[in-house]
């Protein structure tokens, strides 16, 4: 049936195009992942988000949805009855989309400069210590939402385990290729902990890319993903 | 009782600072407008939100939510009841979730910068026409959305009425200290008639300032704001 089709157009090493899938996991919606081309942009995508011309796009039947988070919402609103990724008390649903807001406008950017590296060596410095600031902000986040459960959404994944934890394979590359911890066992051990267990989820699993894989990757997908992104 | 206590922290002239106000007058909630000192941040701001230091902060009983699309959410979630602000339909709020993104990531950033003024006449010539490009766009959303009736959202105020008509001031005071016309009879029709119906509906009149009004306070504000607004 057309309106249950589901298709997602990104790559794989976007944290923002796996945002959406691993919501899609959540709900256990089948669903086509449509590889966009590296280094140019494909008619559909260019027909799907005429606006910012950026992945991730979902598309729905006869319907478009844009934007990693809105699609993340789309998709629990949609699929209602299906497992909950955003709270259901308004007070925590803002809590979690001011965080996701947070994530999205502080803490990514800053990772997105030291996963395409600069020359300047201050903006380097600088930049790992708004990602060391930002992690422990919400190392705090985490110890009060998950109040001793595994996930920032308690038991299961939620909106801002999704929002965060998208990034694990580019947080780890950062650490690798720049020598740095940015999970700290001792300093922030909670996310550390959480990492793993987000990471080890059966939703999660097979779309964290191995650090390895993106390191390989990583040169050519980073000077075409400047391009491409959202 | 403390828990129904409301008080919205910020500054008359602030876009933001309205959305909120629209979203309780909506809901027919009472609430205390406490306004921010000019040119520094209050104890309480500075409490309530820590990360951003921003206004609109919205305080609800011993709640504190910020940002303000999120406050618009949480009050349409929180005093589900009362008119609805968000459409009900999964797609439609993803669309209109979008419109709102776009409208604070492309749009506003734009008027910031026509409202303060700024020394190069190409950049302020390259902001003019992103604004006209935008609500060209926003045109087009409105026809599609609106389907004839007065608003985004229908024949009642929802939330990209809010988001977009919160503005509706420095639009006024855009187009009068510039000598230009950004919301068009002919251009931009739709808009042009929603943007009466908008600044004459009872939970928004007494909000939009008048344009006088803002050009004589509005040095003196815009200056103050730069650091402040959120």
New interface residues.
């Given amino acids: 049936m057309a309106t249950s089709e589901v298709k997602v157009l990104g790559i794989w090493p976007s944290p923002y195009v796996i945002r959406a899938r691993i919501a899609l996991n959540i709900k256990s919606v089948n669903y086509e992942f449509v590889q966009e081309p590296i280094g140019s942009k494909s008619e559909l995508l260019l027909k799907s988000n005429p ?1 910012h011309k950026k992945i991730p796009v979902m598309i ?1 039947g006869d ?1 478009i ?3 990693s988070l ?2 993340v ?2 998709i629990d ?2 699929w209602s009855s299906a497992p909950q990724i955003l709270p259901s008390d ?2 925590d ?2 809590i979690t ?2 965080w996701g ?2 994530i999205d406008h502080k803490l990514f950017p800053s990772m997105r400069i030291i996963a395409l590296g600069h020359e300047d060596n201050e903006v380097m410095k600088k930049e790992l210590n708004i990602i060391y600031e930002s992690f422990a ?1 919400l190392e705090d986040v985490f110890q009060k939402s998950s109040n001793g459960k595994k996930f920032f959404g308690g038991e299961n994944i939620g909106y801002l385990d999704i929002a965060l934890g998208c990034n694990l394979g580019w947080v780890r590359v950062t650490e690798k290729m720049n020598n740095v911890k940015v999970l700290d066992e001792e300093k922030t051990p909670g996310l550390y902990k959480w990492s793993q267990d987000f990471s080890d989820d059966d939703a999660v699993k097979e779309l964290i890319p191995e650090t390895e894989k993106m390191i390989e990757a990583g040169l050519f997908f980073m000077n075409k993903m400047k391009a491409s992104q959202s």
């Fill in positions: 606006i729905h319907k949805i844009c934007e809105i699609i919402q789309y609103e949609f308004p007070y649903r803002a989309r001011f807001a947070y902000l």
